[in-house]
């Protein structure tokens, strides 16, 4: 069984800055991409930022420049530091990744979320 569990949302004004984290834990042998998407209210979830284990890395056009995403092996924990934010960043932010449970069988997990609310 595997699970990932994000941390660091919260309120913060116009232009401020927030760091989100997602362990992974369980039984695996591999963490393969690691990935970050939101969800605001009336809107379907989009992509945000993915980081490969070689750290290729994408970001979404609206996040470039603001967001930065990392991760940390030895800790199975990715991170999305979000600074310069702005309004249209509040949503729920969900943690991504894909697990090799086994060889070559692989289970891709969602996190329950964590609320980034972007206001005066």
């Known amino acids: 069984q595997v699970q990932v569990v994000e941390s660091g949302g919260g309120l913060v004004q116009p232009g401020g800055s927030l760091r989100l984290s997602c362990a992974a834990s369980?039984?695996?042998?591999?963490?393969?991409?690691m990935a970050w998407y939101r969800q605001a209210p009336g809107k379907e979830r989009e992509s945000v930022a993915r980081?490969?284990?070689?750290?290729?890395?994408n970001y979404a056009d609206s996040v470039k420049g603001r967001f930065t995403i990392s991760r940390d092996n030895a800790k199975n924990t990715v991170y999305l530091q979000m600074n310069s934010l702005k309004p249209e960043d509040t949503a729920v932010y969900y943690c991504?990744?894909?697990?090799?449970?086994?060889?070559?069988?692989?289970?891709?997990?969602w996190g329950q979320g964590t609320q980034v609310t972007v206001s005066s």
């Open positions: 991504n990744v894909v697990f090799e449970v086994t060889r070559n069988n692989y289970r891709n997990t």
């Open positions: 369980g039984i695996f042998i591999n963490i393969g991409l």
């Open positions: 980081i490969t284990t070689g750290n290729n890395i």
